[in-house]
């Protein structure tokens, strides 16, 4: 059973964002695709699990820990009778090789940050986490790639790696193992669970202001402002999808309030966000009817 979700981070989302309104460096851009590109492999992931593994097994998705000030995160965790199975899932496409111990693009000149490092990692400062809260549990770690169209040349024999093709016979090996709950695996992942930190996303993100970011309401689907608008709902002209006002209005507002936490939303700034809603009258009637009102007249804002 799933006990934690997984859902796209803050800083992917505002990346999403961002990216849609202004033009990011090469870099910045990079960074976007990429953790874009391992969330899509974390949800595939997550599909399979729910698919195939024993429906009793405790599935926590997406923890960020931190212990002796070092903070690790663990894409998906499985909790089996005494044992945990910490997942570093990988989305990785193409062909690489692996020599002397280290990963390579085979279209690239230098390795890539070595995921088997990255999974030792997890492996030290999960153990210490164990053991500082007193859970006696055996670690089994696992890196898995996710990707059907993902080749590695010279493939280390690792059995802690799991290749595309052998994806479905490592969960019959996990569901073929003994599953009895005793109480312990609840407690470790209400433990988990509880000591999750959510990082601000701020501090990771190029710097941006209202001024400089294109206005105007995007299409929920694929992000573009080619977009007409009548009385009830939102045509996107590049994919034909139709949403209604409403849902866009807050959509948009949503987006504004994530983008600048601290601006105060009102009437006018979101006729200016969305631009192409004709009326500041059915603005001011959606926000009344989804946010708290505060204030009152020219003062009036909306939480
Ligand atoms: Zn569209």
Not at 72 to 94: H, M, R
Not at 234 to 262: D, Q
């Amino acid at each position: 059973m799933f006990l934690k979700s997984r859902n796209e981070s803050d800083l992917l989302k505002l990346l999403g964002f961002l990216n849609t309104r202004m033009i990011l460096s090469e870099d910045e851009r990079k960074q976007y695709l990429y953790l874009k590109k391992g969330y899509e492999g974390e949800v595939a992931f997550d599909l399979l699990t729910a698919a195939n593994l024993n429906r009793e097994m405790f599935i926590l998705n997406d923890i960020m820990l931190e212990i002796n000030h070092s903070k690790f995160q663990i894409d998906s965790s499985l909790i089996i009778q005494d044992t945990i199975i910490p997942c570093e899932v990988k989305n990785y496409e193409g062909n690489y090789f692996y020599k002397d111990g280290e990963f390579q693009l085979c279209s690239a000149k230098r390795p890539i940050t070595n995921p088997l490092h990255q999974l030792k990692r997890t492996e030290t400062l999960l153990q210490q986490y164990l053991k500082k809260n007193g859970f006696p549990f055996r670690i089994l770690p696992y890196l898995v790639f996710i990707n059907p169209k993902f080749f590695l040349y010279q493939a280390p024999q690792n059995d802690s790696i799991i290749f595309p093709p052998q994806l479905s016979s490592f969960m019959e090996k996990l569901n073929s193992k003994p599953f009895n709950l005793n109480g312990m695996q609840q407690k470790l992942a209400d433990k988990l669970i509880a000591d999750h930190k959510i990082e601000s996303p701020y501090p990771k993100l190029p710097p941006y202001e209202y001024h400089s970011l294109q206005k105007g309401m995007t299409c929920a689907i694929c992000d573009s402002f080619f977009i007409t608008c009548d009385e009830r709902k939102l045509t996107c002209k590049n994919c034909g999808f139709e949403e209604e006002v409403e849902s866009a209005v807050i959509r948009s507002a949503e987006e504004l309030k994530l983008l600048f936490p601290t601006l105060r939303v009102t009437t006018n700034i979101i006729f200016d966000w969305c631009k192409v809603i004709g009326s500041r009258k059915t603005i001011r009637r959606i926000l009344q009817k989804y946010y708290k009102v505060i204030g009152c007249k020219q003062w009036t804002y909306y939480k």
